[in-house]
């Protein structure tokens, strides 16, 4: 299958996927949620792949988080909409494969970047990863399963402060809190990943699928899913909103006024 914006190769039963729009910092629009879609979908199915190792294009970017020029005609309908079709076609097909995703963090992992790389069910960093949930800069708060993952991986006082300041933390600071397994050089990234992946690939798959269905159970009992759905799409009502997005594409600071 040919994409526009990722690049796919299976060797010797993984999957690897670059998400490929470097000049935005792989910045998830529609199209590449829609593509990531299918090669999950893929993934899911084809035997020969027994694991899924997906990174960013440059040594930039993992993702910078949704596209935020394609906000601009949201309204609260739509932003919710989208965000619960992102998280059920995406993020939590991605948590819910029976084949484990490791997320190649090779630099910026913001917002929808850092919620992609928490669906994964292991996050390796390179050195130079800055990651964090800067919603909130722009009148929105975290759409694709942020505020329910992070608060899993990191607690719930690491997760508020982190989501309400909006400040980036370092890969070394990630890993003090549990965000990312490993942190490498960036050059060793994906050797650390296919390391882990080499020994998973010798298991039993049945096993394998059973065990991660078993552990993402442990900890997805209530739909806070559904609450962070509801609240994304409200913010999209807001002045704050509109002034967050403006702010940005005009590289200026917002001036919100909590309307
Ligand atoms: N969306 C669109 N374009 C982006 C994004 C983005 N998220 N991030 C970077 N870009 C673009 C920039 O606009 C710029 O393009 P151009 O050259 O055409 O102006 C290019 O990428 C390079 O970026 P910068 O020049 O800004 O590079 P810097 O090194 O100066 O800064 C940063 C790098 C710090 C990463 C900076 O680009 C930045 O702050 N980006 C935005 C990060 C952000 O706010 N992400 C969160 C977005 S909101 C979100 O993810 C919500 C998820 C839930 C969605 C739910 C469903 C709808």
């Not at 949201?74 to 989208?82: F, R, T, V």
């Not at 990863?129 to 990191?154: F, H």
């Not at 690491?158 to 003090?176: G, L």
């Amino acid at each position: 299958m040919i994409y526009q914006n990722l690049i796919t190769e299976v060797k010797e039963h993984l999957l690897y996927i670059t998400i490929n729009r470097e000049k935005s910092l792989n910045a998830l629009n529609r199209s590449v949620l829609s593509e990531l879609a299918t090669v999950i979908d893929f993934a899911k199915h084809a035997d020969e792949v027994r694991g899924v190792i997906i990174t960013g294009a440059g040594e930039k970017a993992f993702v910078a988080g949704a596209d935020i020029k394609e906000f601009a005609d949201y309204d609260g309908k739509k932003g919710e909409e989208l965000a619960r079709d992102g998280q059920q076609k995406v993020f939590n097909a991605i948590e819910n494969s029976p084949k484990p995703f490791i997320a190649a963090i090779n630099g910026f992992a913001l917002g929808g970047g850092l919620e992609l790389a928490m669906a994964c069910h292991i996050r390796i960093a390179s050195e130079n990863a800055k990651l964090g949930l800067p919603e909130v800069t722009l009148g929105l708060i975290p759409g694709y399963g942020g505020t329910q993952r992070l608060t899993q991986l990191v607690g719930k006082g690491r997760a508020i402060e982190m989501i309400t300041t909006a400040n980036m933390i370092t890969a070394v600071q990630a890993e003090k809190f549990g965000l990312v397994n490993y942190v490498v050089a960036q050059t060793d990234l994906i050797g650390k990943a296919e390391e882990i992946l080499n020994f998973v690939k010798q298991r039993a798959p049945l096993a394998v699928a059973a065990a991660i269905r078993a552990v993402i159970a442990s900890v997805n009992e209530v739909d806070g899913y559904k609450v962070e759905v509801e609240s994304f799409g409200k913010c999209f009502e807001t002045s704050d909103f509109k002034e967050g997005v403006v702010a940005f594409l005009e590289k200026r600071k917002p001036q919100f006024v909590g309307k």
